[in-house]
Antibody, heavy 122, light 107 residues
Framework: QVQLQESGPGLVKPSETLSLTCTVSGGSIGTYYWSWIRQPPGKGLEWIGYIYYSGSTNYNPSLKSRVTISVDTSKNQFSLKLSSVTAADTAVYYC????????????????WGQGTLVTVSS | DIQMTQSPSSLSASVGDRVTITCRASQSISSYLNWYQQKPGKAPKLLIYAASTLQSGVPSRFSGSGSGTDFTLTISSLQPEDFATYYCQQSYSTLFTFGPGTKVDIK
């Protein structure tokens, strides 16, 4: 059973960089896409971006200038960096595995981490 | 961006009720539509992918239908564990977008 676990600071100061890591267990990070998704308190889900195990990436244009997603296949981990954060970046951050591309389904998120709350505050 | 809308935004229902949630895309997305269930304090859980394919382990009372721009999620007989928020998500574009969610609570 694949499991994902987010880790990183729960409090980040405004203008600094948010850094999170997702550790994948129960399966290899290889041959899949991996994604970050966030959810502000009481609000809906926003896709941040994904990375292929080979390192190619795709980001949400609304965050692209501030986001970097990287992968470390030797550690079965992938990471998120979000720079110049503001209070609007306060959210629960989820990592998830992306199935696809599949002919009939394209992509979907089949395994999720439990999520980690990151608060941006001085 | 492909915008996703859902209706209703919330509904109250009783155990045993048939519940239908609608999701609409701002342009045709073929059948590239997924549904997730989220309970408070928990991560979303995949219910249905490709508009109508039930994810392994998901009870058969959940079903999905639709194509193009209009989709529905149906719960045939609502159970106590089904009270949650439901999100649709499109993957036609690799700028993945989610609907705003439909909260199902107890009448």
């Amino acid at each position: 059973q694949v499991q994902l676990q987010e880790s990183g600071p729960g409090l980040v100061k405004p203008s600094e960089t948010l850094s999170l890591t997702c550790t994948v267990s129960g399966g290899s990070i290889g041959t899949y896409y991996w994604s970050w998704i966030r959810q502000p308190p009481g609000k809906g889900l926003e896709w941040i971006g994904y990375i292929y195990y080979s390192g190619s990436t795709n980001y949400n244009p609304s965050l692209k200038s501030r986001v970097t997603i990287s992968v470390d296949t030797s550690k079965n981990q992938f990471s998120l960096k979000l720079s110049s954060v503001t209070a609007a970046d306060t959210a629960v951050y989820y990592c998830a595995r992306v199935r696809g591309p599949l002919p009939a389904a394209k992509y979907y998120f089949d395994y999720w981490g439990q999520g980690t709350l990151v608060t941006v505050s001085s | 961006d492909i915008q996703m809308t859902q209706s209703p935004s919330s509904l109250s229902a009783s155990v045993g009720d048939r519940v239908t949630i609608t999701c609409r895309a701002s342009q045709s997305i073929s059948s590239y539509l997924n549904w997730y269930q989220q309970k408070p304090g928990k991560a979303p859980k995949l219910l249905i992918y490709a508009a109508s394919t039930l994810q392994s382990g998901v009870p058969s009372r959940f079903s999905g239908s639709g194509s193009g721009t209009d989709f529905t999620l149906t719960i045939s007989s609502l159970q106590p564990e089904d009270f949650a928020t439901y999100y649709c998500q499109q993957s036609y574009s690799t700028l993945f977008t989610f609907g705003p969610g439909t909260k199902v609570d107890i009448k």
